[in-house]
Each structure stands twice: as C-alpha cells, then as structure tokens.
C-alpha cells in the first residue's frame, strides 16, 4: 500500500497499483496548470464514506510507493479516469475496467 501525501495535512493510503495510476492522470492535470477536485470512496476502517480535495499546482503532493517497481498500466482504465478528471465532478477514483493488468513483479 503507498500513500499520496497532499499539502501538510492529508494522507490517503492507495495500493501501489492505483496510486501509479492516479499519478499519471494527476501528474498531466497538475503539469498543465489546471486545479480540480479528486474523490474517492473511504475505507471502511475512517467511516466507509468519501472524501474530495482540491488539487491544486501549488500545493505539494508526494506519491510515495510501499514497492519499489512500477505496476503497469492498463491504459483503458487511465482513459477512464483521465476522461473523469475533465468533468465538472473532478477526477473520481473508479473500480479499475477493463482488462486486469498484473504488476510487473508478477
């Protein structure tokens, strides 16, 4: 499990698979200027709930990984959460779709 540390105060625990995904969509976001929201569904260990922040190119935000290899990329489930971050909800963290990808340590 790796975790995506934003701003001073917000850290939210991802697997390692989502995180690199969110990373590649967050990463263009942020890389031209634009500041959206990000939601995702709870745990339900902090109350099964969801959570939305701001992302903006001003804060910092740190992806760190608990594996040292990066998963790979199922590129129509990065479509799909690509497409979501241009809505006017943000980028919404979905069930990975399509075909299942295994990490690259497997």
């Not at 992302?55 to 990984?65: A, Q």
Request: charged share 25%; glycine share 10%; no cysteine.
């Amino acid at each position: 499990m790796g975790k995506l540390l934003y701003g001073q105060t917000i850290e939210v625990i991802f697997d390692d698979r989502v995180l690199a995904h969110l990373q590649l969509v967050i990463g263009l976001k942020l890389r031209r200027d634009e500041s959206f929201f990000f939601s995702w569904r709870d745990e339900q260990s902090v109350g099964d709930g969801r959570s939305v922040i701001w992302l903006d190119p001003s804060i910092p935000l740190v992806f760190r990984y608990n594996g040292g290899r990066m998963p790979k990329i199922n590129r129509e489930w990065l479509e799909a959460l690509t497409l979501s971050s241009n809505s006017s909800q943000g980028l919404q963290l979905t069930e990975e779709v399509g075909a299942l990808g295994k990490t690259s340590e497997e």
